[in-house]
């Protein structure tokens, strides 16, 4: 059976599933430099796409649709418009079985729906090594447009059982909270909204947790109204009560923005951790697995506040958790509605081939091993591009779209941050062999993926200062050998050179724009004097 997800909106992209396999992954950010968040609102772009790939609409057993606004029901298909009615944001009523959503029989395009919060909640589920295992686990899911959702998949029955919202914040706060304050804007346009979460939560390393605050935020956090069927459609528009009332709060304004941000983020990430342990508690018989996603599970250091509250026994986020995985999450809706299959078999490499096509000019050739790469950047202390395969899943460039360079150096943070147009203060991170990130990490456990924050170890933060926050931490990508065979190799050779295991990794694109999908592109970029691809090294004849 063939299943297609798609992502209409911002974040659009497309998957495919064969059964339990992932065939492709494909955001559109990642097309052609398009922007990033991009948006799809064309159906002859997903008919494209599928050609590229080597099938047609015949071919698919079931499109699927991703959830969203009930009032955006009009799409495109060439130059006319289409109506697609889709599934809401979220189920309602919560207590409905996410997945009992009947087919749309449409004359030309006929689909399936799932709500947006279904496609984050089952996708992270078949994604994880609970449903590879046929394990149960608590699923919860937290977006920009609802509060968190606690749900349990029961792998004897299987079905999901909804919880309840552990506490009534929609996660756009977040973002709205410091809107005014510190480097961001007062009136933040869409795409600022949906890129500052990032940059905010970097920049909480410059304020402090300020008591008088955060009491303040608890305090006019308990008038939001509990989440439920009758509340539910109004619960954004409380927020934004809440918000308008901290923006009116004299004891909020009289703080300054930086420690307001900083006591915002704490305060949330306290209240996240001691909701939850609180509604798990009241289920002992369950599994303590734990499976997030929705674009707050991007929050390294709220996603390690909950791994080591010691809540549960295994916590699995997908390196998607974000709308750049809902087409493959409300594909997995489907894939669980019309098959037996729960868990989906995937790599983290689905997305776009790299295109080996003819360089810029003013670049030049050569063969190039992993064991001379590893050299060439230890001689010269230079950034690389190392572009090679298919494209990564989800924001973060995990070793076939990035930048790596050494992390000795005390500049080349802002080396970085120079060539890459990005703030001063944004922090670059660790892509280290997995054998050794326990000895300069805390806690240094696996994390292949970016997800959680680590503290640098003390004995290390004189080695390896490029890849250090203000606070002392990181956001690690441990590497090994089944997790990508060719970086593996490189951080080995450039370990053997240098007693460093790590480097820098940061994502290569141009500004606001999607991983580099050519060599044309990389090389027009022209930020760095060598890219490697593939067995070969691309050099600037002119540095």
């Known amino acids: 059976m063939l299943i297609c997800g798609l992502k209409f909106g911002h974040d659009g992209a497309v998957a495919l599933i064969e059964d339990d396999v992932l065939v492709f992954s494909v955001e559109m950010e990642k097309i052609g430099n398009d922007i990033r968040h991009c948006p799809l609102f064309n159906i002859a772009g997903v008919m494209a796409l599928l050609s590229h790939y080597g099938y047609s609409a015949d071919d698919i057993d079931h499109f699927v649709l991703d959830g969203w606004n009930p009032k955006r029901q009009v799409f495109k ?83 999901f059982e909804y919880l309840g919202a552990p506490f009534s914040i929609v996660g756009d706060i977040y973002a709205e909270m410091a809107a005014g304050r510190g480097p961001f804007s007062a009136d933040p346009n869409h795409w600022e909204t949906l890129g500052n979460p990032g940059k905010i939560m970097a920049y909480v390393a410059f304020g402090e947790e300020r008591e008088a605050l955060v009491s303040e935020f608890s305090r006019l956090t308990s008038e939001l109204p509990g989440l439920n069927d009758e509340t539910m459609d109004g619960i954004y528009d409380a927020n934004l009560d809440f918000l308008e009332l901290a923006r009116n709060s004299p004891t909020v304004n009289s703080g300054k923005g930086e420690d307001v941000i900083t006591s915002y983020h704490q305060f949330v990430q306290q209240l996240l951790v001691e909701s939850l342990d609180r509604m798990v508690q009241s289920y002992p018989e369950h599994a303590r697995n734990l499976c997030y996603a929705g674009g707050c599970a991007l929050n390294i250091k709220w996603n390690q506040a909950i791994r080591s509250a010691g809540t549960f026994d295994q916590m699995w986020i997908p390196p998607f958790p974000n709308d750049a995985g809902s087409a493959l999450g409300t594909a997995c809706c489907a894939m669980m509605a019309c098959t037996p299959h729960r868990a989906l078999q995937w790599s983290v490499y689905s997305g776009p081939a790299f295109i080996r096509n003819d360089p810029a000019p003013g670049w030049e050739s050569k063969a190039c091993s992993l064991a001379e790469l590893a050299a060439l950047i230890h001689s010269t202390g230079e950034p690389i591009l190392f572009l090679d395969g298919n494209a990564e899943l989800g924001p973060r460039a995990l070793g076939n779209r990035s930048i790596l360079a050494p992390a000795t150096g005390p500049s080349m943070k802002d080396t970085l941050n120079r060539i890459k147009g990005r703030e001063g203060y944004r922090p670059v991170a660790p892509m280290c062999l997995e054998q050794h990130a326990p000895d300069i990490f805390d806690p240094g456990a696996p994390d292949p993926y970016m997800l959680y924050d680590h503290r640098v170890r003390d004995h290390w933060k004189q080695r390896i200062p490029a890849i250090q926050h203000l606070d002392g931490t990181a956001r690690l990508q441990t590497v090994s050998a089944s997790d990508h065979p060719r970086i593996f190799e490189l951080l080995s050779e450039y370990h053997a050179l240098s007693g460093v295991p790590l480097l820098c990794n940061t994502s290569a694109n141009f500004h606001h724009k999607g991983f580099f999908p050519d060599l044309s592109s990389a090389t027009s970029w022209g930020g760095v004097n060598h890219i490697w691809s593939d067995g070969m090294l691309f050099s600037k004849t002119e540095n």
């Not at 009615?85 to 006929?110: C, G, I, K, T």
């Not at 947006?116 to 699923?139: I, K, M, Q, R, W």
Request: negative net charge.
């Open 77 to 159: 298909w060439g130059q006319r418009d289409i109506r697609l009615p889709r599934a809401p944001y979220v189920q309602s009523p919560l207590q409905r079985d996410m997945l009992d959503y009947p087919p749309n029989p449409h004359a030309e395009f006929p689909y399936l729906s799932y709500p947006h919060y279904a496609g984050h909640v089952v996708g992270s589920y078949c994604t994880s090594p609970f449903a590879a295992n046929d394990e149960s686990a608590f699923v919860l899911s937290w977006d920009g447009g609802m509060a968190p959702l606690l749900y349990y998949f029961d792998a004897g029955d299987g079905s």
